[in-house]
């Protein structure tokens, strides 16, 4: 299509669509046609600026901060009713964007329903405490205060899913927000914004700002008046994100990579282990924080289960995500497609054996699909099973026991995630104890909700989202102390 003609996205500012500083605009892709279909705003400071001045006024002073708690919790009721009710046409937006498969995106996109739905409930049930003292005469009581401006920066995998994830328990604690989504996965979070107006959010509470993270994002982290940082993406960034909030005392909750371990013991049941080490690694063409990247299998099952995996992934369905049918998608990006790409290429070098895969599909789409790839022979040293992937490539290494699996499965620089595949009680005991990571599931893989706290230890993250605590994050306490 000709660029004139292309549907141009800007910037949410103060409940209205505003142009980009600069004039400039950037392309977005379908990562499976190849087609650029829409222009997205390339956002700079001077539009940081403006955004962070809407959500500071909308902060101090008006319609939000008059708001009751419970007030705040209806129009949080009211924006999950208008998600489910837009779930398909926002998930198409997105799926257009990354790639995704349309089934699992219009499923996130729902869901994201009952979250909002979950903190329009908590809004009104954060309470204080009355404080006794070593003081006489004089009484205290703790207050929970808005911190204020948060930005919420997200990556292209999961835009509004973890955008959500930080948006719904801000606003429930009565902060304002800006988002900066990925430069790749713009669109549907400027749909999404339009929501807030017609759910009766005054202007400014929510701001999008789109661009790159070294131009828009840059500017949101430094700004003197953003006092969260809400960041999902890969570590290199959190890192960086989170030295600048440190120099300028911001908090901050990082959601970030992982190399998460699957084990399989040899008295799980098998079957049921072959799915879920599926689902964990090539679900979202393995394009997911949480992927079970390595699968660590008792060495006396090691060859029959290895088996029995590739007989599974060999009958997978690549092809086009928007059709129900497929259940393999594009890589969401070409650089993406280029570092899995890189990764196959690095596995072979250091020794890895490749028994499934390891080839891209020219054939299919515009050519971003890597076959999902299966190495065994990889010694948890090498690179492809210490770095983050982010592709449908699983590492396979034996061990031959409980402390041998908790040893390897710890020896990484992440800790997001991990499973266990046993029917031993005793066993998933001992697992569930000593691996070092924020979620670990017995006998499945994947399980999320809204009421359950996700994070990493590590380098996987700080913080927790989900769940009733991690509306603190949006609060600060106050003790007030009074003499009579
Ligand atoms: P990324 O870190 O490149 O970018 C994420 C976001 O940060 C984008 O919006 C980007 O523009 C912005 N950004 C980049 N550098 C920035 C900077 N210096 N200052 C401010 N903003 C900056 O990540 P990505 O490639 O978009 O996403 C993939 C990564 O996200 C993977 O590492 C994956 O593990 C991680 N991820 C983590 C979780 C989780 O919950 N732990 C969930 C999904 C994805």
Request: proline fraction near 5%.
């Amino acid at each position: 299509m000709p660029e004139n003609t292309l549907p141009k996205y800007q910037h949410y500012i103060d409940g209205e669509a505003v142009a980009p500083d600069s004039g400039e605009y950037l392309p977005t892709e379908n990562p499976f046609s190849g087609e650029t279909w829409a222009l997205v705003a390339r956002g700079n400071a001077r539009d940081a600026d403006a955004a962070v001045a809407a959500a500071d006024r909308a902060f101090e002073t008006g319609a939000w901060p008059a708001l009751t708690p419970s007030e705040r919790g209806r129009l949080l009721w009211k924006l999950g009713d208008l998600i489910v009710a837009n779930a398909e046409r926002l998930a198409l937006i997105e799926q257009r964007d990354n790639g995704k498969l349309i089934v699992e995106v219009v499923a996130q996109v729902k869901y994201m329903g009952d979250y909002f739905k979950y903190y329009a409930g908590l809004a009104d049930k954060v309470q204080s405490s009355v404080i006794p003292t070593d003081k006489k005469g004089v009484f205290a009581y703790t207050r929970y205060e808005a911190k204020g401006v948060v930005a919420i920066i997200t990556p292209w995998n999961s835009p509004l899913t973890l955008t959500s994830w930080k948006l719904a328990p801000a606003l429930a604690a009565g902060c304002t927000a800006v988002i900066k989504p990925s430069e790749f996965t713009s669109a549907s979070m400027v749909e999404f914004a339009a929501l807030f107006a017609e759910a009766g959010f005054p202007k400014g509470v929510v701001n999008v700002v789109t661009g790159l993270g070294a131009e828009v994002g840059q500017a949101l982290v430094t700004h003197p008046k953003v006092v969260h940082i809400g960041f999902t993406g890969g570590s290199e960034a959190g890192r960086k994100i989170y030295e600048i909030a440190a120099r300028n005392f911001k908090t901050v909750t990082l959601e970030l990579g992982g190399k998460s371990p699957n084990i399989v013991f040899d008295d799980a049941d098998l079957d049921q282990a072959v799915k879920g080490v599926v689902s964990g690694i090539f679900a979202a063409t393995g394009q997911s924080c949480q992927a079970g990247s390595r699968l660590l299998v008792q060495r006396s099952i090691h060859d029959a289960f290895v088996a029995k995996l590739i007989e599974f992934v060999k009958t997978a369905k690549l092809g086009d995500p928007s059709q129900p049918d497929t259940q393999i998608g594009p890589v969401a990006t070409r650089p993406q497609f280029e570092k899995v790409m890189s990764y196959i290429g690095i596995a072979k070098a250091e020794g890895a054996t490749c028994v499934l895969g390891g080839v891209s599909r020219p054939d299919l789409g515009a050519g971003l699909f890597v076959e999902p790839t299966i190495f065994t022979n990889v010694r948890n040293d090498m690179r492809i099973a210490q770095e983050e992937v982010f592709g449908p490539v699983l590492s396979v290494i034996p061990f031959d026991d409980e402390e041998e699996a908790i040893r390897i499965g710890n020896d990484v620089n992440y800790g997001l995630a991990g499973a266990v595949w046993t029917r031993s009680l005793k066993r998933a005991m001992l697992l569930t104890d000593k691996l070092k990571a924020g979620t670990v599931w017995v006998n499945n893989y994947r399980a999320t909700s809204f009421t359950s706290p996700f994070g990493g230890y590590k380098e996987s993250g700080i913080g927790r989202e989900s769940g009733t605590e991690t509306i603190k994050e949006y609060l600060h306490t106050k003790c007030v102390w009074i003499s009579s």
